[in-house]
Structures are given as structure tokens and as C-alpha cells.
């Protein structure tokens, strides 16, 4: 399984792979693309009262949405815009809303392949499917809290995903050490964690 630019997974490529794979595309819901937001700019028409919380969690004026199937449509229409702000669009209207860090979080893992061919792919809490690679690189930055490093991923048009605690424990068995730095290796590309003395936090 491969993803494409656009987030796009290449169908073809799935029976390539074992059946841990298989089970993350599963409660992934399927094998699925966002829509072309990055083709449409409509005119801005203002704030929603809507806010993804640190744990993920979509809100609607202070309360919480409980519909699964609501929060990954509202998923597959957001963007990320030049500033930094996150909104939500259609070819008609673009509507600002509030992320308190990132709009996804990496719920599920699955190691494919070994040695120069290992590739790490993960699964959000909104169905994205994601194979870590150059252009969906992790990026570590540090919790102010306990100077540890948390790790994050690039899903799709500037979008991240933060990996969830759970995550990262199972991420750190595939971590190896190269001269001072420990990463891991996908996709052919080495991606530091951090130094050999720093912790990974969530």
C-alpha cells in the first residue's frame, strides 16, 4: 500500500501486504481519499464555533460531536491554509475553525517489510491511512512540560498527526541508534528521534 501526494492510497498495492496492514485499512473504514481542497478557494465566510481539541475530540459550541461519521466528513474537507489556521472547505464557502494542536492523532501502527525495505504506516482517528516516507516525513518537537519529544506526522496538505501515546511505546521497540542520534528507518529515510540520551513522550 503507498499513499499519493493528495492522500490518495493506491488500491493495487494492498495485497502486497500482511495481514496487519490489512486489519489498519479495515477500521480505517476503507480505502478512501479526501476531497480536492487544495482545488477550491472560495470566499471566507467567517469563524464556526468549531474546535478539535489536543486528544483530537471534534467540538461544537462546547459540546462534543458524537457522530463518527460526521467528524471524518468534516476531516476530508480540511485544510490547512499559508498562515497556520485550519478550516474547513467547500467549492462554495470556507469557514475558519479553532485546533488547539493538530487536527489528527495516530491511533494505530504497522511495521511492513524489514531492513532497507521496512516502512512504518499509520492509521488516524479519522480513517487517514499513511505510509511515513520523504513526503510524509515525522517531525519531534518537545513537550515544554517535561522536555521529552513527541513525535507527529504529515498526513495530507500541511494536516499533522500527532502519535498517541500507545503509539509511540510500540514506535520505540523499532527505534535503532545511529552514532549519537536514534530514529527509525521507512521508506528507505532515516528519521531522527532524537538524541541517545533524550525520551520520547506523547
Same mark, same amino acid.
Request: with cysteine; charged share 25%.
Given at each position: ?8 492510497t493506491k ?66 474537507? %480540511? !485544510?490547512?491554509?499559508? *498562515?497556520? /489556521?485550519?478550516?474547513?472547505?467547500? @467549492? ?7 485546533? #488547539? ?36 516525513? %515525522? !517531525?519531534?518537537?518537545? *513537550?515544554? /512540560?517535561?522536555?521529552?519529544?513527541? @513525535? ?7 494536516? #499533522?498527526?500527532r502519535l ?39
Open positions: 500500500m503507498s499513499v499519493t501526494k493528495q492522500g490518495e488500491a493495487e498495492d494492498v495485497s502486497a501486504h500482511g495481514s496487519a496492514l490489512d486489519g489498519l485499512i479495515e477500521r480505517a473504514g476503507g480505502l478512501r481519499g479526501p476531497a480536492p481542497v487544495h482545488l477550491w478557494n472560495p470566499a471566507h465566510c467567517g469563524a464556526s464555533d468549531i474546535r478539535i481539541d489536543h486528544q483530537g475530540g471534534w467540538h461544537h459550541e462546547g459540546r462534543p460531536i458524537q457522530r463518527e461519521a460526521l467528524v471524518r466528513l468534516f476531516s476530508t474537507v %480540511l !485544510r490547512r491554509e499559508p *498562515d497556520g /489556521s485550519h478550516v474547513l472547505v467547500t @467549492p462554495a464557502e470556507k469557514l475558519t475553525i479553532t485546533v #488547539e494542536d493538530v487536527p489528527f492523532i495516530a491511533v494505530e501502527m504497522a511495521i511492513d517489510g524489514e531492513g532497507e525495505a521496512q516502512r512504518l504506516i499509520l492509521r488516524t482517528n479519522v480513517g487517514d491511512v499513511v505510509t511515513v516516507d520523504a513526503e510524509h516525513p %515525522l !517531525r519531534i518537537a518537545t *513537550d515544554a /512540560s517535561d522536555d521529552g519529544l513527541v @513525535p507527529y506526522v504529515l498526513v495530507r496538505g500541511g494536516l #499533522e498527526a498517541a501515546r500507545p503509539v509511540v511505546h510500540e514506535l520505540a521497540r523499532h527505534f535503532e541508534q545511529r552514532g549519537d542520534e536514534i530514529g527509525l528507518l521507512s521508506a528507505g529515510h532515516f528519521f531522527v528521534i532524537g538524541r541517545a540520551e533524550a525520551s520520547v513522550t506523547p
